[in-house]
């Protein structure tokens, strides 16, 4: 049964603690129990902004390139129902500045025709796209794949046939509770198959890479050199905000089929 509006407003004002509850995901039983009824079969994946695979990719045909945006737009062009939230609940509920809580998620599938219809919106494939583009011009990160905490608090199901594409800044994102999440749930919010980022040496250790940038972060300085952690999820912001240019993000050409295939194997869009 599709959540009325007074509990999606309940959400909001608990959004704050959604630090206080990753942390007890690291308690043995109220872990599982969470891990049960919030994240069972949750396979989530970052894709890195496109700009950044377009200044760092060294290709010989430009029409051959491989844009992370790719994957949305196979799943947009797929699927037989589109739905636009009329707000991200994660913006809206930390009052964002810096990025329009207008831009909400994208949810694909079945499963979105259940969504309560004061939340949203049924949308054309055209206008999916464009609002996908939108996301991205406004320097949002798309966040892909079945997420099991959006058929809960949309009361939505069943999970395989629900497609979310969240797109995520760096301040509020849902996910930013990552760092304090017990290890076995937070592998479940990964990377885009083939996607590697490296700090160079032209690295002056100027630090703005750790101001906020990093979702989880996986970034810091250390001996005056940045330092990237394996808790790295390749979104690429730390790629297009450095002054210097002295991180590089690659993507292996083999990388938009195998996270085509594998988003398909646990979604049914159409």
């Known amino acids: 049964m599709s959540r009325p509006l007074w509990f999606v407003e309940l959400l909001k004002i608990g959004f704050p603690g959604r630090f206080l509850i990753a942390e007890l995901t690291k308690l043995p039983l109220i872990g599982k129990s969470l891990d049960r009824w919030l994240f069972d079969g949750d396979d989530m994946m970052y894709l890195p902004k496109d700009q950044v695979i377009q200044l760092n990719q060294r290709i010989d045909r430009p029409e051959e390139m491989v844009l992370p945006s790719q994957v949305v737009e196979h ?3 797929k ?5 636009i939230m009329n707000k991200c609940i994660c913006r809206d509920a930390s009052r964002c500045k810096d990025y329009s809580i207008n831009l909400g998620c994208l949810f694909l599938g079945e499963a979105a025709e259940g969504i309560n219809p004061e939340l949203g919106r049924r949308v054309t494939r055209e206008e999916a796209l464009e609002h996908a583009k939108r996301c991205r011009d406004a320097g949002l990160v798309h966040l892909i794949g079945r997420n099991k905490i959006d058929t809960v608090w949309l009361g939505v199901g069943p999970g395989d046939k629900l497609l979310t594409i ?6 509020c994102c849902l996910w930013r509770a990552l760092p304090h999440i017990a290890p076995q749930i937070g ?6 198959p083939g996607v590697t980022v490296a700090v160079t040496d032209r690295c002056t250790g100027c630090g703005t890479c750790t101001e906020g940038i990093c979702f989880v ?6 001996d005056g050199h940045a330092v990237k952690s394996d808790a790295c999820r390749g979104c690429g912001r730390c790629v297009s905000t450095c002054p210097h240019q002295a991180i590089e993000i690659s993507i292996h050409n083999n990388s938009l089929p195998d996270s085509i295939h594998h988003l398909s194997q646990l979604v049914a869009v159409s």
């Open 187 to 192: 592998v479940k919010i990964g990377k885009m």
């Open 79 to 83: 699927a037989s129902h589109h739905w």
């Open 166 to 171: 969240c797109n995520c800044c760096p301040c």
């Open 75 to 77: 799943f947009i062009e």
């Open 217 to 222: 972060n996986a970034i810091s300085v250390v």
